[in-house]
């Protein structure tokens, strides 16, 4: 991943939880060859800016931080900075389990979870493009 000083909502940036990443599993491929690579899973909490139509979204869920192709092994896979610094895709973008877009609320069905997101994305969304407190950003992919 890349971390930017700069919010561009274009190059669809994450900001992420540093204490919430779930180390996965990182394995050799093509071990004692000259191509040798490593695999790697893990994954991370995350929030994000998204727009559509013209409306912007706050959302909240998580990142599935993962490659197959990676050239260096990760040394210290309990190190949220060595882990985003990698070379990782994420093509499919954030798990999305909550969306605000000052009006409306998507995501979950509990009333005591849909509070502990509101809480989150409407300052959030009010701060727009500002990273929320306790999340480290800008992350692209």
């Known amino acids: 991943m890349i971390r930017e000083d700069r919010f561009l909502i274009s190059r669809k940036p994450f900001a992420v939880d540093l204490t919430s990443l779930i180390s996965g599993e990182q ?3 093509d071990e004692g060859t000259d191509h040798e690579r490593y695999l790697y899973s893990g994954r991370i909490n995350a ?3 998204r727009r559509k139509q ?3 979204y706050a959302c909240l869920g998580s990142l599935g931080l993962w490659s197959h192709n990676l050239r ?3 040394e ?4 949220p ?3 985003l610094s990698a070379d990782l895709d994420s093509r499919y973008g954030g798990d999305c389990y909550g969306r ?3 009006e409306r609320y998507w995501g979950a069905q509990k009333p005591e979870v849909i509070e ?3 809480t989150l994305l409407r300052p959030m969304l009010d701060a727009y493009p500002d990273v929320p407190e306790g999340y480290d950003g800008w992350w692209r992919f």
């Open 27 to 29: 394995t050799v491929r």
């Open 47 to 49: 929030v994000w800016f």
């Open 81 to 83: 900075m060595q882990v």
């Open 72 to 74: 260096y092994r990760i």
């Open 54 to 56: 013209g409306t912007t």
């Open 116 to 118: 502990q997101h509101l």
């Open 100 to 102: 605000w877009d000052g």
């Open 76 to 79: 210290n896979t309990e190190d």
